[in-house]
Every structure is written in C-alpha cells, then in structure tokens.
C-alpha cells in the first residue's frame, strides 16, 4: 500500500511539470513565431529596390562650419552580423561633404574648428539638439582628409558604410569648409540576415508550439490514467 501511495504522489508531480512545461514552450513559441513573422514580412514589403530600410529624410541645419554626430557605438547596441551596411541619402543647395570617422579623430580634427554637435537625435519625431562649439580655425576640404571610414562630396548622392565595431561619428560640412551648413540626409539600413533570421526564428517558433502540444497532450493522458486507476481502486 505504501508504495501505491508513493506512486499516487508521484503521479501529480509529473503533471504538474507538465503542465508548467507545455505552457514555457508555448509562450515562447507563440514569441518566436510572431517575431519570424514580422521579419519575414519587414524583409519582404518594407525594403526599398536596392533592399534598404529607409527613414524619412530631414533638414540639419548650422551657422558653423560642421554638423557632428555624438558617439555612436557599433559592436554592442548594433551587430554587425545583422546590420551590414548604413546609407545616407545627401542633399543640399551647395556641395556638401559627409563623412565617417572615429569619434576621437573626428574630436581632434574639430577642436579648433567651429562647429555643432547634435546630440539627443531622435528621427520619428524627428528632433535634434545642437551643441556650439567655438573655433577660429578654417580646416580647408575635409575630403582631403585621409581618416574618412567612408565618404562622399557633392549636391546629391548616398554614402554607403559597412558597419564595423567602434565608437564612430557621422560629419555633415559645406565641401569648401565653409559656414552655414545646410543638408538634408535620409538614414537607411541594410540587414543582409533579417530573411534568414525569420526564418529560423518562425522555424523554431513552430517546433516549440508542436512541442508544446505533445506536452499537453502527454498530460491530458496522465490525468486519464490516473483517473482510470482511482477508480478501479475505489
């Protein structure tokens, strides 16, 4: 009789884990599919013709002779495995320049130079704080410069970056060097694994659910049983 009460107990706790069980896999696979989903559609009708995400484009605007972004970090916010290239889409009334560098040279290339940082950036609503900076210094054309990552000169035109791990920031002037910029710039992003990552993601999403099932029905044929046996024995 002992060990039948024993078994008696044993019984509940294993529906219990189960139960708990089933429920784990199938909110997380209910998450992961959803997540497949979305990518699989973002991939499919969100992107432009050459496959970018693209924001809407606004105007950036100084009376210095730069515009530089605050620092910003690729490596640990963004990785580069799923962010692989960046564009900016350039204009303006007169020929610009855009540039990317390291945060710190690009610190050390304006220090003398008056410029603007904008910082507190946000695109949807679009809102920008600039921070003057004074300089005497006239630096001439930036496109001289030999530290650019990427850059491009002219009225219109797209800079395009492969991310790479580093603190960097993004550097909008008037070609000649000159006061008063003035630019337009749309911001896109090619995420070369988004289609693959959906796909895995809904993959996995759909096998944690058929797992979740199983588990459901596993402790649906417990309760059965152990029903069945109470009743044999009553």
Not at 2 to 27: C, D, N, S, Y
Not at 190 to 197: E, G
């Amino acid at each position: 009789m002992k060990g039948v009460e024993m078994e008696a107990e044993a019984h509940p706790q294993k529906r219990t884990g189960l139960t708990i069980g089933a429920w784990v896999a199938a909110v997380l696979g209910a998450l992961m599919l959803a997540a497949g989903g979305t990518a699989i559609w973002a991939n499919t009708w969100e992107r432009d013709d050459n496959g970018y995400f693209s924001a809407h484009a606004h105007r950036y605007q100084t009376h210095t002779r730069a515009i530089a972004t605050e620092s910003i970090t690729v490596g640990s916010y963004v990785p580069t495995w799923l962010a692989g290239k960046v564009r900016l889409d350039v204009s303006g009334d007169k020929p610009l320049f855009v540039g990317i560098a390291p945060k710190a040279t690009v610190d050390d290339y304006l220090a003398r130079v008056e410029h603007a940082e904008a910082t507190n950036l946000n695109l949807d609503p679009f809102k920008v704080t600039y921070v003057d900076h004074a300089g005497t210094v006239d630096p001439g054309r930036p496109a001289g410069e030999p530290f650019w990552a990427a850059a491009v000169s002219g009225t219109n035109g797209p800079l395009e970056w492969k991310l790479r791990s580093g603190t960097w920031s993004i550097v909008v002037m008037n070609a000649d060097g000159s006061p008063d910029v003035a630019a337009t710039l749309g911001l896109g992003v090619k995420v070369p694994a988004l289609l693959w990552s959906g796909i895995g993601l809904t993959l996995l999403g759909g096998t944690l659910l058929v797992v979740a099932g199983l588990m459901f029905a596993a402790r649906s044929r417990s309760s059965r049983h152990a029903e069945a046996r109470a009743a044999l024995t009553s």
